[in-house]
Each structure stands twice: as structure tokens, then as C-alpha cells.
Nanobody
């Protein structure tokens, strides 16, 4: 069982920045694929960014060049740096422990709200 807890959401003006953090217990981020997702009100949850156990990163087109996913292996924390935020980035952001061949179960954090005002 992996438990994930997100931190760092909040209210920011358009053009601003936020850093989201996700702490894990029961799992080591550097040993599995993990990602960030978001869900705006009334919308389906969507994938935002991913980092593989080998450190390869990938991003949704909507955030490419503005968001950066990375992890601190010593602290076992996953981060999402978000810059040039826009109102359309407003959503609840979730980190996810992905289901993989070496870790078959997927886990979600409880989410953290990000609100971008114009």
C-alpha cells in the first residue's frame, strides 16, 4: 500500500508560479513510474506530466514548457513546478503511483486545489 499526500496548492494570479509536492509512504518514487494529473470542475481527470523510474519525463502539450516534474530521491518527494499559470490550469492536482509490471497497483493522492485568477 502506497500512500500519497500532495502539498502546495493555492491561489495565484495569471502568470504566476506554484510548486506542488507529493510525499509518499510505503513506496519509493525512484523505483516506479509516477505522474501528476488534474481535474477541473465538471471535467474528466487528465494526465499532466510523468517521470519514469529511470528519470525520463513527459508532459501534456498543454503544459509543455511551463511545468516541470522532478523528484528528490533523498527526501522521496515528487514535485511539479508550474510557471506562467493561466486560469485554464485551475484544477485539483493529484499525484499518482502508476501501475507497472514491478508495482501492479496504482494509487492516488487526495489532491490539492490550484486556482489561477485572471
Amino acid at each position: 500500500q502506497v500512500e500519497l499526500v500532495e502539498f502546495g496548492g493555492g491561489l495565484v494570479q495569471a502568470g504566476g508560479s506554484l510548486r506542488l509536492s507529493c510525499a509518499a509512504s510505503g513506496g519509493i518514487f525512484s523505483l516506479n513510474d509516477v505522474g501528476w494529473y488534474r481535474q477541473a470542475r465538471g471535467m474528466q481527470r487528465e494526465w499532466v506530466a510523468a517521470i519514469s523510474r529511470l528519470g525520463a519525463t513527459d508532459y501534456a502539450d498543454s503544459v509543455k514548457g511551463r511545468f516541470t516534474i522532478y523528484r528528490d530521491s533523498a527526501k522521496n518527494i515528487l514535485y511539479l513546478d508550474m510557471h506562467s499559470l493561466q486560469p485554464e490550469d485551475t484544477a485539483v492536482y493529484y499525484c499518482r503511483w502508476e501501475s507497472t509490471v514491478w508495482s501492479p497497483s496504482a494509487y492516488w493522492g487526495q489532491g490539492t486545489q490550484v486556482t489561477v485568477t485572471s
